[in-house]
Every structure is written in C-alpha cells, then in structure tokens.
C-alpha cells in the first residue's frame, strides 16, 4: 500500500489552508535542502486560481515466499493528477483523480475520484472542509510521495482511518493543533450511508523543533470499532526517528496491536531507510489471523527534483496468517 518521506510536517492534511498550509510548505523546503524529502511536488499554476499536481510511480518486485514459486512483477503502481481550485473568501476546492488502479489484485484496473472536497478558512487558525478525503491518522502515508521506503508496513487497513465521506475541522494552535471529523464510515469512501456514522479526533504537539507527536481516536459505529493511533518523531542533522503505536479495540474478546520505529538518514540527494514492523491480528473471539514482525532497508537517490529512485530489501516473519517472505523492490517515483 503506498501512502504521503520526511520531515514530520508533510503529514499534515493536505487540505489546509492559512497559517497550517504556510508551516507545511516551510518544513518540506527545508527538509529537501538537506535532501530529505523524496521527491519536489510543485502546484503547476493554470491561471484564475487553478493549479495541478501529481506523481506517476512505477516498479519492479521480486517476491520470495516460502513454499510457494518467486514472483516478479514490473509496471505502473499509481498514476494520479491533483486539481486544485483556490477561490475567493478563504474557500478553496481539491479533486485527486487516480487513473488505472490496480488495488483490488481480482478485479480490473480502473480510474476513480481518491479525494474531492472543499475547504473553507475561516481564520488563519481555523478551518473547514467538506466532502471526500483522508484520515489524519497514521505516520505512513497513503501516498507513496510521502513515504520513506517502498512499502507500507501492511497494518494500515487495522489501525488507520482511510479515505472518508464527511465533514473534518482542523484548528493551528501553533505548537498544539487539534482535529476533529464525522464521517459515513472510517474506512470506506464509498459508503453513502450517515444512520451510523464514524468520528475522528486528534491532536499534534510540536513541543520543540524537530519534535513532532500526534495521537488519534478513531470511532466507527459501522463495525464496532475503537481505534487507538499514536506516533512521534525526532528530525535532526539529517537524521528522522520515528515510533509508531497502535491499538483496535473490536466487539468480542479479540484485539490488535502493532508498532514500528524507523530510522532515515539523508545527506544530499542520498538517503538510507531502516524499519522494523511487528503487529497482531485477532479475530473477534480472540484466536490469531496474523502475527508478523519484519525489517525493511531501503537505500534512494534523489535523481533529480522530480525523480526519485528508491531500492528496498524487506524479510517478513509469520508466526500465523502467512509464510515467511523477502522481497526486493526498485522504484521510479515522478512527481510534477
């Protein structure tokens, strides 16, 4: 799953406007002066207002799992084009279209609205928006112009809210920033239904620079599920720590959890990426689907402003729900 590499503040929603949006784009330009983040996305301006933005990403895998024959695969990952609106009054308007999707490995590809809303700035503090868009949830990104590595750990479907239908509010405190949204579902952008909606609270303290710490609660009443997400990270010299914790609470005795921590060194255009994931799966009488732990390293050039070359060594250990795996990766992630 690819999700939004580097400087903590490039997890922010990307709807913001204002004071957010401004500390937003202050942290990914110094961060890409020392090198840190993968790739440039800069808004290319259309006129009266509009602007794009996207990224094509595209790999080859090698996958080697035991009892089972190796499997390459070489292609296109994600193509997306954003189209941005910035209106009059403080509203402003985001259409993400992703061309060609592959996610579901059954059915066709196919193109389809990922995110459409609009924001409305009511201060330079507050804000609001409305229609389709993504949780705040998570340290790894949806995106893959926002990862540090190739690959998600894999526990983001159990301990991340995920594209929504709603209504999000978001107030910049300045080092204390707090979110809050209600939606059809946490984890559904397709559902329609608002009889048993779903609710999204977060807070993000940024104490001293480079700290960054963010805590979400996630409820939805479709499946029953509380949801508990916590991370925090460290950049300095170069360097970006990162711990993850989360926690699901489901009807019944079962119960997930699962954690990462990540270190990312990047001087120039060169950056190195290592990562440890363990998590757990309970169905909902409390027997194990997946108990896996695994690293990843990942070493990336940064071939240009645009381009980014990532490579990714990754070993997966199942003790339930799979068999043992490496895998290797290389990828050629553009943005525009």
């Known amino acids: 799953m690819g999700h939004e590499s580097v400087s903590s503040l490039t997890h922010e929603p990307r709807s913001l406007s204002g004071t957010a949006t401004r500390r937003i784009v202050a942290g990914v330009t110094a961060a890409l002066?020392?090198?840190?983040?993968?790739?440039?996305?800069?808004?290319?301006?259309?006129?009266?207002?509009?602007?794009?933005?996207?990224?094509?990403?595209?790999?080859?895998?090698?996958?080697?799992?035991?009892?089972?024959?190796?499997?390459?695969?070489?292609?296109?990952?994600?193509?997306?084009?954003?189209?941005?609106?910035?209106?009059?009054?403080?509203?402003?308007?985001?259409?993400?279209?992703?061309?060609?999707?592959?996610?579901t490995e059954s059915g066709p590809e196919h193109t389809f609205v990922e995110q459409a809303f609009v924001t409305k700035a009511f201060t330079e503090q507050f804000s609001m928006k409305l229609g389709r868009f993504l949780s705040y949830s998570?340290?790894?990104?949806?995106?893959?112009?926002?990862?540090?590595?190739?690959?998600?750990?894999?526990?983001?479907?159990?301990?991340?809210?995920?594209?929504?239908?709603?209504?999000?509010?978001?107030?910049?405190?300045?080092?204390?920033?707090?979110?809050?949204?209600?939606?059809?579902?946490?984890?559904?952008?397709?559902?329609?239904?608002?009889?048993?909606?779903?609710?999204?609270?977060?807070?993000?303290?940024?104490?001293?620079?480079?700290?960054?710490?963010?805590?979400?609660?996630?409820?939805?009443?479709?499946?029953?599920?509380?949801?508990?997400?916590?991370?925090?990270?460290?950049?300095?010299a170069g360097w970006t720590f990162a711990g993850e914790y989360?926690?699901?609470?489901?009807?019944?005795?079962?119960?997930?959890?699962?954690?990462l921590l990540m270190a990312n060194y990047a001087t120039g255009p060169f950056g190195?990426?290592?990562?440890?994931?363990?998590?757990?799966?309970?169905?909902?009488?409390g027997l194990t689907d997946i108990d896996t732990r695994g690293f990843t390293f990942s070493p990336s050039y940064k071939a240009s402003d645009n381009l980014l070359i990532v490579a990714e060594f990754r070993t997966d250990d199942y003790k339930a729900g799979g068999a043992d795996t490496n895998s290797f990766a290389l990828e050629a992630l553009f943005t525009f």
């Open 33 to 103: 002066a020392i090198g840190a983040v993968p790739a440039a996305r800069a808004d290319i301006e259309l006129g009266n207002g509009f602007s794009i933005t996207g990224f094509a990403d595209q790999s080859f895998q090698y996958i080697d799992t035991d009892g089972a024959p190796s499997i390459s695969k070489f292609g296109i990952d994600q193509f997306e084009t954003d189209f941005k609106f910035a209106g009059f009054n403080g509203i402003s308007a985001q259409v993400d279209i992703e061309y060609g999707s592959h996610s």
């Open 138 to 236: 998570g340290w790894e990104t949806e995106e893959p112009t926002g990862l540090f590595q190739y690959s998600g750990t894999g526990y983001a479907p159990y301990f991340y809210g995920y594209y929504q239908q709603g209504v999000s509010a978001y107030y910049d405190g300045g080092k204390v920033d707090f979110m809050a949204s209600v939606v059809n579902n946490a984890f559904n952008p397709i559902d329609y239904d608002s009889k048993k909606v779903g609710y999204e609270l977060g807070v993000a303290v940024q104490p001293i620079e480079g700290v960054t710490a963010k805590a979400f609660y996630i409820k939805d009443n479709d499946t029953k599920s509380d949801l508990f997400n916590f991370w925090v990270s460290y950049a300095v």
């Open 246 to 259: 989360n926690v699901a609470e489901k009807p019944g005795p079962g119960s997930d959890d699962g954690f």
């Open 272 to 285: 190195f990426t290592v990562r440890y994931h363990d998590f757990k799966i309970e169905d909902s009488v």
